[in-house]
């Protein structure tokens, strides 16, 4: 037995232990699956803790911007510059804010009566507001010297005006009240003035990519389509409420949001507004505002039940909630252009920073850090739909009063939904027919 | 070597031969000939006129470029091969990404996947196959990684082909290897009885107990001891719990716990009587049997019982558990071994292994075999997912004690003063044992040592650590279990091991399970439908809002009851026509006609008149 070749594992420790205490330790690995037994049930408790710490998490309230003396009535996100942001309060008073130190850069009272809406030129150099007293006033978004606190210019109207929108790259923008008008920036009269029998107007915006189209929300429960090289208004679709506010979508430009009274967003598609392309529901009062996120895969919306809700554009409901005790009925909201923050403006006169994904870590992300909360997302994904991972992921703490709302709300629905399937059963075959529930809240749509 | 024919187009003999026009041209040029004009051979030209022929092609860059590249290829491919190899198979210089081994492959792959058949929507059918390709990439980079793995695994290689591996003892083992591996062998002489013996599960550290009350427990690779006591009672079975501070000591009556000072942490009286031990890692749960064949699953994390069951087969004989898929098998007297999980009170599966006693029982790392013994000498292979077979039937010279997979699904079975070490049994038979290893001491337990060649043998005498070469997985993955963990990684490990604990109720034979789409079968929704028959009418309990009200309280309520009755008697209706027509269904058809011969078949319901 003199010719035997005999190797048998003989681990060097050195190799596998580290050579100074400064070094990092090794960590040899092997994929092999049989040294990672019960993968499955590994995994999905994995993904049952990746999903509770989610929600351990999510803290999304950032910061309160405090010092206007009124309700805000509106605010503009500054085109370029991520830090500033620009609000009007109901008494008048517009704030430029600092966002990064939360506080307040620059007030100064505009109009008498509200500021009815606010809006930044493209290049970002001026702003220009609304309000209460017919005038459309520029100003200069940085005040150096006291004579830039003063407007550039001034414009009176005939009418109320109360909402104001920017061209994209054209000098032109349009205001809305008792009618559509679009003006430029160097005339003092109103270029094109756009009618369609209707007493007023209350919101108008410029779509930013197909940039000739504007629309804009009526007060007979009407949205109107507009483009600004042609002499009549295009299309309108009347809806069974009002709309309070309307949001084009950045990257579908034929897509756009609004905010409707009946407690819902209607997603249109401007080819066809037969039919909202997707309903929104949620929301137990009035929806007031809507913006959309830079992706165009988002959008939130502030409404009258004191609630932020997001949404995704596709989903019919919301992905998330957003609350606090102290805030009030909510009059605008505005999602940053870096898609990281969504900003709040609400009656009790404070201005709210919220995350847009309420557990997301702000701040840099170590490369480990990050691939641990890439695996968490996958395996989050991976086990999505089971009925425990499920639960802890839908469930979202609402106060009492939403909450009441909610029930009520659905036995409302569900009452409808039963005398109706009940008069069906009871009639004629074809009496009453089956009426989607995309169909049932346009009442017309013109041309 | 031919030259094509537009290349020369430079060529100034070539620039003569155009066309019989031209030539003439040429000449009456000649007539007036200038000064800078040179004096060509004229004789030349004219010869070849005749010969060459002329093609009006427009040179381009590209054809010349093209026509190089032929060339060189050309001139390439007979330097190479004599012009005999054709283009075609020549190889690229950068032939991409090396292929992979199908094995390899095989190894990592968790099943074939999705191919989207019977998905309507094409939006969820491409998400799918986008998802597929994703785990067939993951797959691939599993199997590409094997490059990075630094170690390989032992052997024993003879130079003469005839000779048996059989006849290498340890000496010859120890004198072939280095010597930090031939320290592995040794032994150890105690003497406080049988000893049962057990690795940690990164292979570090050693457990031993005997049946005369002495623990103990020490780093086997260093020999460093860290503790020795004697729990003045016997002890019948011993257990490492998740880390190495922890171990488990079943004594006279109760569960002890016991720190690595040896210090008595616990003392856990709800589970007494305890034959054998087994502790899942993954589950923190140390599951036990007792001499009545009572199991329990103890939690060791919160202390408390999972799950416990009568196995209702008396006395165990021997007590594994699965790895893959964290079943307990139980072998008992009458030659059954159950596999049990700690949330279902009836084994989720018998197999009929012996009829004698089972006296071992081991399961391999993968969960795919488990090999089983009887006192009738005889060992078998079960294809455990299955639960088919036995796929080998050995008999041997002796009845087995003890049985132990290996992590490279080598068996090892101990007589009862040796040790065969069977290699590849399981998928075909095999005759001669890979190494034998005898003593002059009684064998009782033993453990292979995870991640090492090395086979630990609990005597009666105390205890022998043996080499066996290729027995052990020779690359440990260091997030799973690291045979060098410091004490920070291995307080790490343990928080992260308790944030991942599985819960009990996931212990099931397959634990893909959890992954899978839950669809009641058709089965399931048939017997549903049939348990109504034997369902109770529900009870009516009800008080009328109103009294008074047109008719009286007894008799409204007996209206009720009895529309609840008709109601139930519908429903039984309806279940009894479904158990009919299953009924129906079971009837054969149609018997086999024999035409006149009819009459010799005999009739069932006949004969029994």
């Given at each position: 037995m003199s010719n035997v070749k005999i190797k048998v594992i003989s681990r060097n420790p050195e190799d596998y232990l580290r050579a100074t205490k400064r070094d990092i330790q090794k960590i040899p690995r092997n994929y092999d699956p049989s040294l990672h037994p019960l993968e499955a049930p590994r995994e999905y408790v994995r993904a049952l803790n990746a999903v509770k710490l989610e929600r351990v998490f999510a803290k999304p309230f950032i910061g309160c911007l405090d010092g206007h003396r009124d309700g805000v009535s509106t605010m503009a996100k500054h085109p370029s510059q991520l830090a500033v942001l620009a609000s009007g309060a109901f008494d008048g008073e517009v704030r430029i804010?600092?966002?990064?130190?939360?506080?307040?850069?620059?007030?100064?009272?505009?109009h008498e009566g509200w500021v009815r809406a606010l809006c930044y030129n493209p290049d970002g150099k001026h702003f220009m507001s609304v309000g209460d007293d017919k005038t459309i006033k520029t100003w200069k978004a940085e005040a150096v010297t006291e004579e830039d606190e003063e407007?550039?210019?001034?414009?009176?109207s005939m009418s109320v005006v109360s909402g104001i929108t920017h061209h994209r790259n054209k000098p032109i923008f349009a205001t809305c009240g008792e009618q559509c008008q679009l003006w430029e920036n160097t005339r003092n009269e109103p270029i094109k003035v756009f009618k369609w029998g209707v007493d007023s107007l209350h919101h108008v915006?410029?779509?930013?990519?197909?940039?000739?189209?504007?629309?804009?929300?009526?007060?007979?429960?009407?949205?109107?389509?507009?483009?600004c090289r042609e002499s009549g208004p295009l299309r309108k679709v009347v809806l069974e409420l009002r709309s309070n506010a309307l949001s084009w979508n950045p990257m579908e430009a034929f897509i756009f949001t609004v905010a409707n009274e009946d407690y819902n967003l209607y997603t249109f598609d401007v080819r066809r507004l037969k039919e909202p392309v997707a309903i929104h529901m949620d929301h137990t009062s009035a929806v007031i505002d809507v913006d959309y996120a830079p992706t165009g895969r988002e959008f939130v919306a502030g409404s009258y039940d004191k609630t932020i809700r997001i949404f995704q554009n596709d989903k019919g409901h919301s992905r998330?909630?957003?609350?606090?005790?102290?805030?009030?009925?909510?009059?605008?909201?505005?999602?940053?252009?870096?898609?990281?923050?969504?900003?709040?403006?609400?009656?009790e006169m404070n201005i709210r920073m919220w995350k847009a994904r309420a557990s997301e870590k702000l701040g840099v992300l170590k490369p480990r850090e990050r691939q641990a909360l890439n695996y968490a997302e996958a395996l989050k994904e991976k086990f999505a739909t089971h009925p425990q991972v499920k639960r802890i992921a839908r469930h979202r703490h609402v106060p009492k009063h939403i909450l009441n709302a909610q029930k009520e709300l659905r036995t409302i629905r569900e009452k409808t939904k039963r005398k109706e399937a009940n008069r069906r059963a009871h009639s004629k075959k074809g009496t009453i027919p089956v009426v989607s529930e995309k169909k049932r809240h346009v009442v017309k749509e013109d041309e | 070597m031919k030259v094509p024919r537009q290349k020369n187009q430079n060529n100034p003999a070539h620039k003569n031969v155009k066309s019989e026009q031209e030539n003439t041209n040429e000449s009456q040029k000649k007539k007036v000939k200038r000064y800078f004009e040179l004096d060509k051979p004229d004789s030349k030209t004219d010869t070849k006129t005749d010969e060459v022929k002329v093609y009006n092609v427009k040179v381009t860059p590209r054809i010349l470029w093209n026509q190089k590249q032929?060339?060189?290829?050309?001139?390439?491919?007979?330097?190479?091969?004599?012009?005999?190899?054709?283009?075609?198979?020549?190889?690229?210089k950068y032939p991409g990404k090396a292929p992979i081994d199908p094995k390899r492959l095989e190894k990592h792959s968790r099943g074939e996947g999705l191919q989207g058949i019977g998905v309507r929507n094409p939006i969820h059918k491409l998400k799918l196959q986008k998802k597929e390709k994703l785990y067939q990439k993951a797959l691939e980079q599993a199997a590409r990684s094997e490059i990075l793995l630094t170690e390989d695994q032992g052997y024993v290689e003879l130079e003469d082909e005839d000779s048996n591996t059989r006849a290498i003892n340890q000496q010859i083992i120890a004198r072939n290897i280095d010597i930090a591996a031939a320290t592995k062998i040794f032994e150890l002489n105690l003497d406080f009885g049988p000893y049962r013996a057990k690795y940690s599960r990164n292979g570090r550290y050693l457990l031993l107990g005997s049946k005369k009350g002495h623990l103990a427990s020490f780093d086997w690779v260093t020999k460093k001891l860290n503790f020795e006591i004697n729990v003045m009672e016997s002890i019948h079975d011993i257990s490492w719990l998740h880390i190495e501070t922890m171990v488990a000591a079943a004594q006279k009556d109760w569960l002890y716990i016991y720190d690595n000072t040896g210090t008595e942490l616990h003392c856990v009286k709800?589970?007494?009587?305890?034959?054998?031990?087994?502790?899942?890692?993954?589950?923190?749960?140390?599951?036990?049997?007792n001499e009545y064949g009572f199991l329990s699953w103890l939690d060791i994390s919160i202390g408390e019982i999972a799950g416990e069951c009568n196995s209702r087969a008396g006395r165990p004989k021997a007590m594994t558990h699965n790895p893959y898929n964290a079943t307990l098998c139980l072998g008992d007297s009458k030659g059954v071994v159950s596999l049990w999980a700690p949330t279902v009170k009836e084994p989720l599966a018998k197999i009929l292994c012996h009829k004698t006693p089972v006296s071992a029982i081991s399961v391999d790392n993968r969960g795919l075999y488990m090999a089983t013994s009887g006192v009738d000498r005889s060992i078998k292979i079960w294809d455990i997912r299955n639960l088919d077979g036995p796929l080998q039937h050995y008999k041997v010279w002796s009845p087995p004690v003890d049985l132990d997979f290996s992590q490279k699904d080598m068996l090892a079975v101990g007589f009862n003063e040796t040790v065969e070490i069977y290699s590849n049994c399981c998928t075909q038979t095999v005759s001669k044992p890979y190494l034998r290893h005898k003593m002059a001491k009684t064998v009782n337990n033993f453990k292979f040592c995870p991640f090492e060649d090395v086979l630990g043998i609990g005597t009666d005498r105390g205890f022998t650590s043996i080499i066996v070469p290729g027995s052990g997985e020779p690359n440990f993955d260091a997030l799973e279990?690291?045979?060098?963990?410091?004490?920070?990684?291995?307080?790490?490990?343990e928080v992260k091991a308790l944030l991942e604990k599985i819960p009990a109720e996931l212990i099931t034979l397959n634990p893909f399970e959890v992954t899978e789409v839950d669809v009641p079968t058709m089965k399931d929704i048939i017997d549903s439908k049939k348990k109504l028959l034997h369902v109770k009418p529900k009870k009516v309990d009800m008080t009328p809002r109103r009294k008074n009200k047109g008719q009286t309280h007894i008799a409204r309520k007996k209206i009720i009851k009895d529309a609840?009755?008709?109601?139930?008697?519908?429903?039984?209706?309806?279940?009894s026509a479904l158990y009919e027509k299953d009924e129906q269904k079971e009837k054969p058809v149609r018997k086999q006609s024999f035409g006149v011969l009819d009459r010799f078949v005999s009739n069932p319901t006949k004969s029994k008149k």
């Open positions: 804010w600092d966002l990064t130190v939360r506080k307040c850069t620059r007030n100064f009272v505009a407007p550039t210019n001034t414009l009176l915006s410029f779509n930013q990519v197909e940039y000739n189209l504007l629309a804009s929300c009526a007060s007979d429960r009407s949205i109107i389509l507009y483009d998330d909630v957003y609350h606090t005790k102290r805030m009030q009925r909510l009059t605008c909201v505005k999602w940053s252009l870096d898609n990281k923050y969504v900003m709040s403006g609400s009656d | 032929k060339d060189q290829k050309r001139q390439f491919l007979k330097n190479e091969y004599g012009n005999t190899f054709s283009q075609r198979k020549q190889k690229k709800t589970i007494s009587k305890v034959l054998k031990m087994e502790f899942l890692p993954y589950h923190f749960l140390l599951a036990s049997v279990s690291n045979p060098f963990q410091t004490k920070k990684q291995r307080k790490e490990a609840a009755r008709r109601d139930h008697i519908e429903k039984l209706k309806a279940a």
